[in-house]
């Protein structure tokens, strides 16, 4: 597990090469373990706020520090993230055998999101002044399914596909 992630963060630029199924495993759960060990964190200072201010004491500016901190620490860590999962993933689609224009899903599950919050505040604004439009339904659908089909990818062995076979 060490060594996937210490080259997850070596191969921070590289988009071309492969990332076995395992490497890509053994990042997504650090990944997942940084966010919880830093969700649980953010929640004893969140419950640690909440009883100083029920007892009126001392520690909530210290309690609700520790909790922006933890915010902080969390769209940082988001923001320092993206390229390399980005790299990553590409690297991984080009190793189940899959050409590099596959790398769109990737661009696309990124975007979706967004253009569905987007979306989904048109939809409020325009239901709100009683046109009824619903755009932003049928984009996280599409997401969904762009999701699904990466975790396929991402499940897929090495040349699966077979463009790399010889």
């Known amino acids: 597990m060490l060594s996937a992630y210490k080259d997850y963060w070596k191969k921070y630029f590289r988009f071309s090469?492969?990332?076995?199924?395992?490497?890509?495993?053994?990042?997504?759960?650090a990944?997942?373990?940084?966010?919880?060990?830093?969700t649980m964190i953010s929640s004893g200072s969140v419950v640690s706020a909440?009883?100083?201010?029920?007892?009126?004491?001392?520690?909530?500016?210290?309690?609700?520090?520790?909790?922006?901190?933890t915010v902080v620490f969390i769209v940082l860590y988001q923001l320092l993230t993206?390229?390399?999962?980005?790299?990553?993933?590409?690297r991984r689609i080009i190793d189940t055998g899959l050409s590099g224009w596959w790398f769109i899903?990737?661009?696309?599950?990124?975007?979706?999101p967004w253009a569905s919050l987007v979306a989904l505040l048109s939809?409020?604004?325009?239901?709100?002044?009683?046109?009824g439009t619903s755009n932003s339904l049928w984009l996280m659908i599409l997401w969904v399914i762009v999701e699904i089909?990466?975790?396929?990818?991402?499940?897929?062995?090495?040349?699966?596909?077979?463009?790399?076979?010889?």
């Open 82 to 90: 993206i390229i390399p999962n980005l790299s990553l993933q590409s």
């Open 17 to 29: 090469g492969r990332s076995t199924r395992s490497d890509f495993w053994w990042v997504v759960l």
């Open 31 to 38: 990944n997942v373990l940084i966010g919880i060990l830093v």
């Open 149 to 166: 089909v990466l975790l396929v990818i991402n499940l897929t062995p090495t040349d699966a596909f077979g463009r790399h076979r010889s």
């Open 50 to 69: 909440l009883g100083s201010a029920f007892n009126n004491g001392n520690q909530e500016q210290a309690a609700t520090g520790l909790a922006g901190f």
């Open 123 to 131: 939809d409020a604004y325009h239901a709100a002044n009683g046109s």
């Open 105 to 112: 899903l990737v661009v696309l599950a990124y975007l979706l």
